[in-house]
């Protein structure tokens, strides 16, 4: 009896979890098989898959569009992943080095410093975006990468999620680290960067995410063409026609193939990364 309990639990909790994944994935698929049908259609979501998925998107990643002809599925491909990749590295970076300073380092107000950093979590990004569009125009930045990237680096959650890992590491390695004559930088390079390694790279996939997925910051940075990355090709393009479409699906699979793939990993450094 209480077996087929067990199992009759079992079987509902896969049901739920089978029904919750088809709700998530039914909509893209829609969108999807709206881009496989022959050139000219109305583009609208659909379940029945037509025939021309493969000349449609053959025809979508070796075509340019645009004024200048610069916009192309590969250079906005090149630009999302830049931005993706170059958002959360320096974000990484920068928290690391920051919660490190925070907890090594006798630095007066450091509590007030780390108060301050949290409150940055109640601001929206947005509400930052015309300060920071003036300085990037200024230094002479705008439709460039480092406009894209660098006025986002800073990041007050990593620094939370670093300053806690790193209280949880024993006071033992850091007494060990002196006795043997090592300085703050040997023991952060020896030490601290290897323990963090699980924490900054689950840490570095979800930032990837968010940066691959920004829209109204490269919308306010970038005008010329070669510059546009994938949600910018969407606006560019229009969210009902079929470039648009195709641009939103192709969008979508980079980061929901990092997460499935690395989804263990993620957890495990964000949730178990002092362990």
Do not use: C
Not at 205 to 233: A, C, D, H, I, K
Request: charged share 10%; aromatic share 12%.
């Amino acid at each position: 009896m209480i077996s087929w309990r067990r199992w009759h639990a079992q079987l509902v909790d896969h049901i739920v979890l089978i029904a919750g994944a088809l709700f998530m994935v039914l909509p893209v698929y829609a969108l999807f098989a709206a881009t496989t049908h022959a050139p000219g259609e109305r583009i609208r979501p659909r379940l029945d898959p037509g025939g021309s998925g493969l000349e449609n998107y053959l025809e979508f990643l070796t075509s340019s569009a645009g004024f200048s002809g610069d916009v192309t599925t590969v250079s906005m491909l090149l630009n999302s992943f830049f931005l993706g990749a170059g958002f959360a590295g320096l974000k990484v970076a920068l928290s690391l080095l920051a919660a490190y300073a925070l907890i090594y380092f006798r630095i007066r107000f450091s509590t007030a410093i780390f108060a301050v950093l949290l409150l940055t979590l109640m601001l929206p990004l947005e509400s930052r975006f015309l300060p920071t569009y003036a300085v990037v125009a200024d230094l002479g930045l705008v439709n460039s990468r480092a406009g894209l990237i660098l006025p986002l680096a800073a990041s007050g959650l990593g620094t939370l999620f670093f300053r806690q890992f790193l209280m949880t590491v024993p006071d033992a390695l850091v007494e060990s680290a002196r006795l043997d004559g090592a300085g703050p930088l040997k023991f952060f390079k020896d030490i601290l960067l290897p323990l963090s390694v699980p924490t900054a790279a689950a840490l570095f996939l979800v930032l990837f995410v968010n940066g691959w997925n920004q829209y109204l910051w490269p919308v306010m940075v970038t005008s010329e063409e070669g510059t546009y990355t994938l949600v910018r090709g969407m606006q560019f393009f229009g969210t009902t026609s079929a470039r648009g479409t195709m641009l939103a699906i192709v969008a979508i699979l980079p980061p929901a193939l990092l997460v499935i793939l690395f989804q263990r990993q993620v957890v495990k450094g964000l949730f178990d990364g002092s362990h």
